[in-house]
């Protein structure tokens, strides 16, 4: 199977993780990084659907130019792969592909129900676990995934506690 995630591997995506959890989240953390996320895409012009989830309640949504009702399903399905793992999409994926298989083989779950493409992020606070998600849909999968830890980056950055 040929490797579609742009060589990243599961030790470096666990690593990526690990250095993007956070001390706390509230509904107004997830407006702010929605905001983040939001701005980026913005400023760039990409046609993206960005998506936080705080327990289980949309927290922040917002779809831009060019995004169309496939974006929306293509965010449905990835963010139950982070639902049902608590990991990031493109680390389920990555673990699968290092193995020479398909996710929705493997998994017997099916393609119209869950995603493992990147673009579906956990929202871990230490300490406690996932409180929410993060997805992201519009682009390729691998810069969907680059768009959620770019934010979540600066969101951990200029906030000084995650």
Do not use: C
Request: charge should be negative.
């Amino acid at each position: 199977m040929a490797a579609t995630t742009g060589g990243y591997t599961s030790a470096a995506l666990r690593d990526e993780a690990d250095s993007l959890e956070l001390t706390r989240f509230s509904l107004a953390d997830a407006l702010r990084l929605g905001r983040i996320a939001t701005d980026l895409a913005v400023v760039r012009s990409l046609p993206v659907l960005i998506e936080i989830v705080l327990g289980q309640r949309v927290a922040y949504r917002a779809a831009l130019p060019g995004t169309t009702a496939d974006n929306d399903e293509w965010l449905r399905r990835k963010l139950r792969v982070v639902a049902r793992f608590e990991e990031s999409t493109l680390a389920v994926r990555v673990a699968h592909e290092e193995k020479d298989r398909s996710f929705n083989e493997a998994t017997g779950l099916p393609e119209t129900e869950f995603a493992a493409h990147g673009g579906g992020w956990p929202i871990r606070v230490a300490g406690v676990g996932v409180v929410g998600m993060f997805g992201v849909s519009g682009l390729p999968q691998v810069a969907d995934h680059e768009l959620i830890v770019e934010s979540l980056g600066i969101h951990l950055r200029e906030s000084g506690r995650g």
